[in-house]
């Protein structure tokens, strides 16, 4: 990621000073939050299954630039109607500019690179990797703490992860996309730790705004390959990558980012391991696919160890009495 913190005078502390920093915003529900992070998981997982209807005709850089176009093109009347406040400094300008850049640029191209090389299967057990990344970092160095029951849950949900791996591999082994999918991993823990640190100083709709935007220019480099791309491609690989910009990149991160806002990063980024889940039980709906045994029994373990470890955050949310909205 790269660095926030780049001179300028007054230099603040790379802490947030508890008396400038603003306490996070209260919900005005506690179970909020938490409804938005489901909302997320279904979006993301979603994209797993309408994949399969096409976007195999778009190298990653230009399926990045088509799906980070669709994602502001959407937030586009967000910042018409004056909801986005610009980032009130140029280190708040560069981190999250950094951030955007990560995300919707660097981690997509990365990842849809890496499923060049390896199957979808063990790309997914790659990224999977980061949320338990995220949960240790956090606990160490944003004070969240490193309870027992949250790797303990994040670990039973990464066996399962595991197990659907190889019900589904194909068996498809490359080095360099080990690789790329670790840096892919490194670069989703590492935007989430940005994220957490960044909304104490950016609201979350602000900067899921500016951050897609940098993502799409950063992504410009692309146009003309995709130019080529779309002549030829399908219309359901068109509409594939669309979807993508628009519900599990627009929407999901609108909601994402609201959820990081009032939600420990270590215990939300866990939550992310329902998605394989989520997705072996919607092909099973949607498309029909049955799942092998052993899939649908990871299936069942990421959704007990997601449970497990983000229970005791969710009943203690719900404990609290309700903020003004915000």
Same mark, same amino acid.
Not at 166 to 178: E, H, I, P, Q
Not at 215 to 225: E, I, K, N, T, Y
Not at 310 to 326: D, F, H, I, W
């Given at each position: 990621m790269p660095d926030p913190s780049a001179a300028h005078p007054p230099a603040p502390s790379s802490a947030p000073d508890p008396a400038l920093s603003p306490a996070p915003p209260r919900p005005a529900h506690p179970a909020l939050p938490w409804l938005a992070a489901l909302l997320v998981m279904i979006m993301w997982a979603s994209s797993f299954v309408v994949i399969r209807a096409g976007g195999a005709d778009f190298s990653p850089g230009a399926m990045s630039l088509l799906r980070s176009a669709s994602a502001a093109v959407v937030l586009l009347p967000l910042a018409l109607i004056g909801r986005v406040r610009m980032p009130r400094s140029p280190r708040l300008w560069? !981190?999250?500019? !950094?951030?955007?850049?990560?995300?919707?640029?660097a981690y997509t191209i990365v990842l849809s690179a890496a499923e060049l090389l390896i199957d979808a299967a063990t790309a997914a057990m790659l990224v999977n990797v980061a949320p338990l990344i995220v949960a240790v970092a956090s606990g160490l160095l944003l004070g969240e703490g490193l309870p027992v029951r949250l790797v303990a849950g994040i670990l039973v949900a990464f066996g399962g992860v595991a197990?659907?791996? @190889?019900?589904?591999? #194909?068996? $498809? @082994? #490359?080095?360099?996309?080990?690789?790329?999918? &670790?840096?892919?991993?490194?670069?989703?823990?590492?935007s989430v730790l940005a994220q957490k640190t960044l909304l104490l100083h950016v609201d979350s709709t602000s900067m899921t705004v500016v951050g897609i935007?940098?993502?799409?220019?950063?992504? &410009? *480099?692309?146009? *003309?390959?995709?130019?080529?791309?779309?002549?030829?491609? #399908?219309?359901a690989s068109i509409v594939t990558v669309v979807y993508m910009g628009v519900f599990p990149t627009a929407c999901a991160f609108l909601l994402w980012g609201y959820a990081l806002t009032s939600t420990p990063a270590g215990v939300l980024s866990s939550s992310s391991l329902i998605v394989p889940g989520i997705t072996v039980a919607m092909a099973w709906i949607v498309l029909g696919e049955t799942p092998p045994p052993l899939a649908a029994l990871g299936g069942l373990l990421c959704l007990v160890g997601a449970g497990s470890a @983000?229970?005791?955050? @969710?009943?203690?949310? &719900? $404990? $609290?009495?309700?903020?003004?909205?915000?």
């Open positions: 560069l !981190g999250v500019i !950094g951030w955007g850049v990560a995300w919707f640029a197990l659907i791996t @190889v019900a589904t591999s #194909s068996k $498809r @082994v #490359s080095g360099a996309g080990l690789l790329l999918g &670790l840096l892919a991993a490194l670069l989703y823990a590492g935007v940098a993502g799409f220019l950063a992504c &410009l *480099p692309f146009a *003309p390959a995709l130019i080529g791309e779309l002549a030829e491609a #399908s219309a @983000v229970a005791p955050s @969710v009943l203690a949310a &719900l $404990r $609290r009495p309700s903020g003004p909205a915000t």
